[in-house]
């Protein structure tokens, strides 16, 4: 499948502006600038900072509240290795929560039960397009005096009880990866309404130049002062993760049609929703009141058993489907953490760490079920004939 559909003239006319201003990088052009306001904006908070993924993002926000050398972190199991991978690179410990067997996002309770002094941060996903229940957990947050970073990798523009997700974590954090509901090809972006944790992640993903700001990833602007010998351009540790300006062009036009990109899932979506109403072992993810789902994927959970999973879609991909995804491997069973090569990276830490299975058991007997349908469609034209697949599959193996 081609994604040509998701480009138009606006995205050649950003790229060809940074083409024609010389090819900046991000410390000195302002497409960079132009993108994270453009987004901010879109997200309802105040500060957004553009880095080169969203796993990026994501080390970059658990730096900015603190998360270092043997803090906790909880996160779910059942998401990409990223959300495990930022917390070992920080040399913190991941903690990992069971899951709602109904919306597949991490389950409060369990949060809650699995808190200890240890506990630095919570990082909820907010899976496939539907948010996370972030009020008991932001409750947990101020009860306990941690912070909640919301990983809306798959979530633009979704809400929360009838209000944007942004605006209630301390920090969101979106991955704008091609497959995403906007794309700069690879990329992310992180957003607050804190400014101190604003220039934090900031100066993480750009080398730690003192002179960052909240809003603003320039650090040329004053050659007088940048071209002075005396002049110490580091305070803090950061790593070079800024976004290129070309790809920030492609954002920042991206950003400009998110509602557009949106609604297209979400019309396909329906089409989903309206084929497997009456068939009883395939079951939607659960959208509670006052949630909106923006539809990275469009998730359900395969619960016949005469049939396996792989036959299912075998047919499926006969009749002419775009084939099924499974869900991810659960964090703590992929062979790195399996297999104790994680413990390399930290020893003194990790030495007698492990992560048995049964620690999150409603993830577990979740994940096999879990069936992913293609939803990045140009609209309902091109996704007819992929709905239609799964009428005749659902029909072919009876409801």
């Not at 009141?289 to 359900?300: C, I, L, R």
Request: proline share 4%.
């Amino acid at each position: 499948m081609k994604n040509t559909w998701r480009f138009t003239d606006k995205e050649l006319e950003k790229v060809k502006e940074v083409l024609g201003s010389g090819f900046s990088s991000a410390s000195s052009g302002s497409m960079n600038k132009q993108f994270e306001e453009a987004f901010a904006q879109k997200v309802g908070v105040d500060y957004a900072i553009a880095l080169n993924s969203g796993t990026a993002t994501l080390q970059a926000a658990l730096d900015a509240v603190g998360v270092g050398y043997g803090d906790e972190v909880i996160t779910t199991p059942l998401t990409v290795i990223s959300n495990a991978y930022v917390i070992l690179q920080q040399n913190a410990v991941p903690v990992f929560a069971d899951i709602d067997p109904n919306t597949f996002n991490i389950d409060p309770e369990d949060v809650a039960r699995k808190i200890t002094p240890k506990t630095k941060a919570i990082m909820p996903v907010s899976l496939y397009g539907l948010p996370c229940d972030l009020e008991p957990l932001m409750l947990l947050a101020k009860k306990h005096g941690i912070y909640v970073i919301n990983d809306a990798a798959q979530a633009h523009l979704a809400m929360y009880k009838n209000k944007p997700i942004a605006t209630h974590a301390h920090i969101s954090s979106y991955s704008t990866e091609s497959t995403k509901h906007i794309t700069t090809g690879d990329g992310g972006i992180v957003v607050t309404d804190n400014e101190n944790f604003a220039v934090k992640m900031r100066k993480f993903g750009a080398l730690g130049y003192a002179a960052l700001t909240s809003g603003d990833g320039r650090v040329r602007l004053n050659k007088e002062l940048f071209q002075n010998p005396d002049y110490k351009r580091h305070d803090s540790f950061g790593y070079n993760y800024r976004l290129p300006e070309v790809a920030a062009a492609l954002g920042l036009a991206q950003t400009q049609r998110i509602e557009h990109f949106i609604q297209l899932r979400c019309d396909v979506a329906k089409m989903y929703d309206e084929v497997i109403q009456d068939c009883d072992y395939l079951v939607s993810q659960h959208n509670p009141s006052g949630y909106k789902n923006t539809y990275w994927s469009y998730a359900v959970k395969y619960e016949r058993t005469d049939v396996s999973w792989q036959d299912f879609r075998r047919k499926y991909v006969e009749l002419g489907g775009d084939g099924i995804y499974a869900a991810w491997a659960l964090s703590y069973e992929e062979t790195l953490f399996s297999s104790g090569e994680f413990k390399k990276r930290c020893p003194p830490i990790y030495s007698d760490l492990s992560f048995p299975r049964g620690i999150c058991p409603v993830a577990e007997q979740i994940q096999p079920k879990i069936m992913q349908f293609v939803n990045n469609y140009s609209g309902v034209d091109e996704a007819s004939s992929k709905v239609e697949a799964l009428r005749k599959t659902i029909h072919y193996f009876g409801k």
